[in-house]
């Protein structure tokens, strides 16, 4: 149960328990889309069907948003279309025009969508009110917006701001990759992306590649920024830092490996999860300070 991305934000205002928040969640459950709905929005269990919805360890609480969405392509809804189409022109004697295409067009999506197949997803959000982190395992800022618009709508006494630190990632990965030092809590890897500041915004990216070369040097005295790095921290967990404050391809290695294998616990999430909330608010306090500190909301 180990995050693979994580979109950041600091809790400025949380006075919920877990059972407050049980309770509030449970009365914004995920229902199977109606007939004519396209898509459905809920809390489900992080970790299984009969589970709470809000999952504790000590202090710490797992959620999950999940979404059922019909597919129905665009391309099927045209052909479907064309056909119709057809028809009506064999029965008036001329093709339709633009506004009976698009009449024709939603009549076919209204006929097709009680019969599109669904398909489920889940986007999990951890909740630290001791550190206060909340933290979405998602890369896409759409798909923690969604959450956190449907925690607003689910309970009151919660704010939250995403994490803006005193100096950008962008400016402090560009001043290690021109050769500056890097703190010893963390390691560059072979992996960055650099991009120019000019109109054509150039962009070079390098995989499995050495980063103190000449060559990646030269793109910085250019003008080229960093805008991916990718790093690992303390030896335990490699990630990609983005211009953007994300972190992603966040992968535990040996060191944690090792402590999931030793472990007794017969329940592997649960192991998973006590292990990633006990080490990850190491990271991201180490990050902070590697960047300036934070810059506090108020």
Known sequence: MWFKNLQIY????????????????????LHSCLSMEMQSRGWVSPKAEDEPFVHS????????????????????????????????????????????????????????LPRAFALRRKTYAWIDPVNGWFVIDTSSAVKADELIELLHKSMEGCSLALVKTKKSPASVMTEWLAGGDVPALFTVDRDCELCGTGDEKAMVRYVRH???????????????????????????????????????????????????????????????????????????????????GEERVG
């Open 57 to 112: 360890l000590g202090q710490q609480m797992l959620i999950a948003l999940g979404v059922e969405k019909k597919l129905l392509p665009v391309s099927v809804i045209n052909q479907f279309a064309k056909l119709r189409a057809t028809e009506i022109e064999e029965q008036q004697g001329y093709k339709p025009g633009r506004k009976q295409m698009k009449e024709i067009k939603e009549f076919v999506t209204a006929e097709l």
């Open 210 to 292: 050495s980063l103190d070369s000449a060559e990646i040097i030269r793109h910085v005295k250019e003008g080229k920024k960093a805008t991916r790095l990718a790093m690992t921290w303390r030896d335990k967990i490699s990630f990609t830092l983005t211009e953007n404050m994300q972190l992603k391809r966040i992968a535990p290695l040996d060191f944690i490996k090792e402590q999931v294998d030793a472990s007794e616990a017969d329940d592997v999430f649960d192991t998973d999860f006590a292990i990633m909330t006990g080490e990850l608010p190491q990271l991201l306090a180490d990050l902070m300070d590697t960047l300036g």
């Open 10 to 29: 600091r809790i400025t205002n949380w006075n919920v328990s877990p059972a407050e928040l049980e309770a509030a969640l449970l009365k914004h459950t």
